[in-house]
């Protein structure tokens, strides 16, 4: 069974708008494509449900501000400002997110919230899809949330937190999402290279 792709936030909040600045997103872009390219982002067929999400942070002076690829956008092997969203404020107790772009934010994107608030030093997320490292971070002991636990909900966000508690970087296997993988960085290259590393070593 395919777990992803479903949104469980509070979609309320979200304000639809024209496309977002390249400003804001292009250098995400790059990284994503590069993991497009290894299949650890696109989309499960014949289902037709998309995996794979990256974010970055955008600010933190207001409150904590990130853009992140948008719903159902893992089919596409390149995003413009048309596939992304901009979180500007969220809850994780009442799994409710403040959003705006073309697109709802990706189903993942109360978990980047959860990230970004464990330490203020951390700037990129990247949440991929990928059977053999799954399965081998969870073999070799890996930072690990439960088998019990969805993704999406309060309960990951909470248990991821509790997973980075000081650390600015590292990974994480979501034993309870099938496939799915996140990890986390000050930088979207430091981030990026984590992802890679773990391709190098298990793919």
């Not at 936030?9 to 997103?25: A, E, I």
């Not at 600010?59 to 400002?81: A, C, D, P, Y």
């Not at 596939?83 to 990706?106: I, T």
Request: glycine share 8%.
């Amino acid at each position: 069974m395919i777990d992803d792709g479903v949104i469980k936030y509070d979609r309320s909040n979200f304000s639809h708008s024209g496309p977002l600045n390249k400003d804001s997103w292009g250098d995400l872009e790059q990284w994503r494509e590069k993991l497009y390219q290894l299949n650890l982002i696109g989309e499960y067929l014949p289902e037709k449900v998309g995996f794979g999400n990256l974010s970055k942070l955008l600010t933190r002076e207001k409150g904590i501000q990130f853009v992140i690829t948008g719903t159902q956008t893992g089919k596409f092997k390149n995003l413009t400002g048309d596939h992304y969203s901009q979180v500007e404020g969220y809850d994780l107790e009442h799994m409710k997110l403040f959003s705006r772009g073309p697109l709802e934010p990706s189903s993942e994107a109360l978990t980047h919230a959860a990230v970004y608030e464990s330490v203020s030093t951390i700037s990129a997320v990247f949440h991929i899809h990928s059977t053999k490292i799954w399965k081998e971070m969870i073999d070799n002991n890996y930072d690990a949330t439960p088998e019990d636990v969805p993704y999406g909900t309060l309960e990951m966000a909470t248990c991821v937190q509790e997973l980075i508690a000081k650390k600015e970087s590292g990974t994480i296997v979501m034993k309870g999402h099938q496939d799915g993988v996140i990890a986390y960085a000050t930088t979207l290259d430091e981030c990026g290279k984590l992802i890679l590393d773990l391709a190098k070593k298990f793919l």
